[in-house]
């Protein structure tokens, strides 16, 4: 018996061990190694002392073969942070720029209000489209590379004097980018919900999401100034080079997840049996409410997001564009301490979260309110209530999100 345990540790060590140290320590031991007869007479003490042994030196050598063995592949928890940044600060330089160019070409407000509602409707059908395709690929990673490259090639064509003279040429772009496009927000959010499930990391999504608040109020602040050095035309050239970088690290430091088939899902889904806490279907009253709830914040929302440039350039006096770029960062700024912690009412303060979309919605109501008192001769009051944006946007996201 004693033989066997001396051999079934020197089998342990074989993999840790160089051959000419294997060979010296089984010598040894050999030697060391009384010859008895009968293995009951080492007594209980003794087989409950070596069984110890032996699970201790096992448990040490599978501690070294986990070390020793490559880990998998794993998204830096930076590279969430980063795509989140650039990614809101390329859109910061267009995004929030886009309809001033719509008034700059000549769009009148009818086809500017055209434009702004043709496209949430096609970023939503994109969204379907591209989830879609990420389920039936079982990756993520060349999808949100490729419709990012190919979309933002064609914002390019709005600075094409044919594009310019013609509303149809601009409304055709303006469906195809933002299908193209439409993979940036939810793609990434998805991401960021699962590399954090994934490595059970203590930081929460709303420690990711405060980067996309960062990027987009401080690169408002400076695309704002460069607008009025250099012209509308920066903020494409701005958004290409954001988007280029963005696409980079994707290409650079996100690995290539693993694929798997919707069957071998549905098979995983059906050996777990019936799952207690498994979410609502997605046509039922409690998912149809909570959406229905949504489109009409969106809407409420659209005013502020589609027009409120429109209404400080058209209606004030002496507006400057600086003044557009510094009112998206004073509402960013804002963002990013309700990020951070409005997490802490529904965790720590047991607060309901349909409690917080409810006081939302109420300051959503004297946001708008605010801005139809503003005088027509101080525009820089505007100032004064994008703070309210930081409860409106952030906390509205993050407790939907959850």
Not at 49 to 69: I, W
Not at 105 to 123: K, N
Not at 271 to 277: A, I, K, M, R
Request: proline share 5%; aromatic share 12%; glycine share 8%.
């Amino acid at each position: 018996w004693l033989k066997g345990f001396v051999s079934e540790l020197r089998q342990l060590r074989h993999q840790r061990r160089s051959p000419q140290a294997t060979e010296r320590a089984r010598g040894g031991r050999l030697k060391q190694a009384p010859l008895m007869a009968d293995a009951g007479s080492l007594g209980a003490p003794l087989d409950a002392s070596c069984d110890a042994a032996a699970s201790a030196e096992e448990a040490r050598y599978r501690g070294t073969l986990q070390q020793q063995q490559p880990d998998e592949p794993r998204t830096p928890l930076w590279t969430l942070k980063a795509t989140q940044l650039l990614g809101a600060a390329a859109f910061a330089c267009f995004g929030r720029y886009i309809t001033v160019y719509f008034s700059e070409i000549g769009l009148s407000r009818t086809h500017i209000g055209v434009l702004q509602f043709v496209a949430p409707f096609v970023s939503f059908a994109g969204q379907l489209f591209w989830g879609a395709i990420i389920d039936r690929l079982g990756e993520y990673k060349r999808t949100l590379v490729s419709t990012q490259l190919f979309g933002t090639l064609l914002i390019f064509l709005y600075m094409l004097r044919a594009v310019k003279e013609s509303f149809f040429l601009v409304l055709f772009i303006t469906i195809a980018w933002n299908f193209l496009l439409s993979t940036g927000g939810p793609i990434i959010d998805a991401m960021c919900l699962t590399v954090l499930a994934e490595q059970n990391s203590d930081e929460d999504y709303g420690d990711q999401r405060l980067w996309c608040a960062v990027g987009w109020g401080g690169m408002a602040l400076f695309a704002g100034q460069l607008i009025d050095i250099f012209g509308l035309n920066f903020m494409f050239i701005g958004f290409a080079a954001i988007q280029t970088l963005n696409v980079g690290i994707c290409i650079a430091f996100l690995p290539q997840p693993k694929k798997q088939s919707q069957s071998s899902q549905a098979g995983e889904t059906s050996s777990e049996g019936s799952n207690p806490e498994a979410p609502p279907k997605l046509f039922s009253f409690d998912v149809l409410w909570f959406f229905a709830n949504l489109i009409q914040y969106g809407v409420a929302m659209s005013l502020i997001e589609s027009f409120l440039f429109v209404y400080l350039i058209e209606d004030f006096t002496g507006t400057p564009k600086v003044l557009l770029g510094t009112s998206t960062a004073v509402m960013c700024a804002f963002e990013v301490p309700v990020f951070k912690y409005v997490a802490r009412l529904w965790k720590d303060r047991n607060s309901s979260l349909t409690s917080v979309l409810l006081v939302c919605q109420m300051i959503l109501v004297l946001r708008c309110l605010l801005y139809t008192l503003l005088p027509p001769q101080q525009p820089w009051l505007v100032l004064l209530v994008e703070p309210l944006h930081g409860i409106c946007f952030a906390a509205m996201w993050a407790a939907t999100v959850e």
